[in-house]
């Protein structure tokens, strides 16, 4: 597959089969497709966004948004041409998140991902993206630090809301992510697989 042959809904983001899905390859792609204004995913690899996430000063203090883009669900144009192009809502993922963005249309991508997951954050952020299904996409799985600074807190926000409830939810999930209320919640799958 190549960018000259996207698929029918054009929103097809992932690499040539022969190549290793690459984290820059996402954003270039994305940015074809959905033009400026963008949100501004962070120039790196996985595991250099983690640790920029948990490395930063209380002041400072940005919480990772791991942007889940699936090419297969009816929301995906809605999301990026309209909600994610809103003035205040890029304001909001600029001021308070670190934003990395990953397409989960192809399986092979999906599972290579899942596993960058499962080895470098948890197997319960892992888990709560391979359990996502494609009606649930896109997403934003929401990472915060945990508590004992080994599990971190998960929370999914899905790419159906509007402009404003968009806003106001990641609002929250920074608050309740980055200790701003003064306490952690920890939110990730219990063993039952629901969420809390």
Excluded at 78 to 83: D, E, P, S, W
Excluded at 108 to 127: G, K
Excluded at 173 to 182: D, I, K, N, V
């Amino acid at each position: 597959m190549t960018w000259e042959n996207l698929n029918p809904k054009g929103t097809d983001l992932a690499v040539p089969r022969s190549e290793e899905p690459t984290d820059q390859s996402f954003v270039q792609n994305y940015r074809k497709q959905y033009g400026e204004p963008s949100l501004k995913f962070f120039k790196g690899n996985l595991k250099s966004a983690y640790e920029a996430a948990c490395n930063q000063p209380d002041d400072e203090k940005k919480v990772l948004a791991l942007y889940l883009h699936h090419s297969g669900s009816v929301l995906t144009n809605t999301l990026c041409h309209q909600v994610l192009k809103n003035d205040e809502v890029l304001t909001t993922f600029n001021n308070l998140f670190i934003v990395y963005g990953w397409d989960m249309s192809n399986a092979t991508d999906a599972n290579f991902f899942h596993e960058q997951l499962r080895n470098i954050i948890s197997v319960e952020a892992a888990d709560a993206a391979k359990n996502l299904k494609v009606e649930q996409m896109p997403a934003f799985l929401i990472i915060g630090q945990g508590t004992d600074g080994r599990i971190p807190n998960i929370a999914i926000v899905h790419g159906d809301y509007d402009d404003d409830t968009l806003q106001t939810r990641l609002q929250l999930e920074y608050s309740l992510l980055s200790g701003l209320l003064g306490f952690h919640m920890i939110r990730h799958p219990c063993r039952t697989g629901r969420w809390r």
